[in-house]
């Protein structure tokens, strides 16, 4: 059974500072991840998605890179804002049934950027 | 496109009520989900759909009742609620060879 973690599942960081999120998985057997962004009371928004064969993606601010071997994903974010305060979710694409497959989501990772 | 649109965005239930989620999402995906979030126990997978016709269950489809009788709608309904499905409730939908999910702004339901 696929389990995702997300550690730490809160951080406090001062504005300007790089955040580091990290997020690790059981099986390697995996389609894709997917990293999202919730903010409180809110829906997931998705921020990037790395195909099981890359290595790594970027987007603006934002780099999430995806070493399957190991289980793991990290995404960076560049000069922390204080708008980029929220939940930060990675989840996995995997086969679930013979006809189906599902996200399987970490438990996420609260982030704080303080001005 | 309005994307995917759930709607009621807050309900508030007694114990034994039956009630109905709607989700409907206008990109023409072939693939639609329901996920509840609770937490400590991140989403959880409650039924999906790949197709008008075809739906099954997923992790947690315990309670819950869908059907796919159109690509755009994908209701997931409740039959007798239960304090248990107190939750936050989200559709996602997908291309069938794309697995970028979208995901719905949630509703909130509280079963009292």
């Known amino acids: 059974k696929q389990e995702v973690t997300q550690i730490p599942a809160a951080l406090s960081v001062p504005e300007g500072e790089n955040l580091v999120l990290n997020c690790s998985f059981t099986?390697?057997?995996?389609?894709?991840l997917q990293w999202f962004r919730q903010d409180p009371g809110k829906g997931l928004t998705s921020l990037l998605l790395i195909q099981s064969s890359q290595r790594e993606q970027t987007s603006g601010r934002l780099n999430a890179s995806l070493d399957k071997s190991s289980g793991r994903s990290t995404l960076y974010i560049a000069a922390s804002q204080p708008g980029d305060s929220a939940t930060y979710l990675c989840?996995?694409?995997?086969?679930?049934?013979?006809?189906?497959?599902?996200?399987?989501f970490g438990g996420g990772t609260r982030v704080l950027v303080k001005p | 496109n309005a994307g995917v649109t759930q709607t009621p965005k807050f309900q508030v239930l007694k114990t034994g009520q039956s009630m109905t989620l709607q989700c409907a999402q206008d990109m023409n995906h072939e693939y639609m989900s329901w996920y509840r979030q609770d937490p400590g126990m991140g989403l959880r997978l409650i039924h999906y759909s790949v197709g008008a016709g075809i739906t099954d269950q997923g992790e947690v489809p315990n309670g819950y009742n869908v059907s796919r009788s159109t690509t755009e709608d994908f209701p997931l309904r409740l039959l007798s609620a239960a304090p248990s499905q107190t939750s936050v409730y989200f559709c996602a939908s997908r291309y069938a060879g794309d697995h970028e999910q979208y995901f719905g702004p949630g509703t909130r339901l509280t079963v009292t």
């Open positions: 989840a996995v694409f995997h086969l679930f049934k013979a006809a189906g497959n599902k996200l399987t």
């Open positions: 099986d390697s057997a995996i389609y894709n």
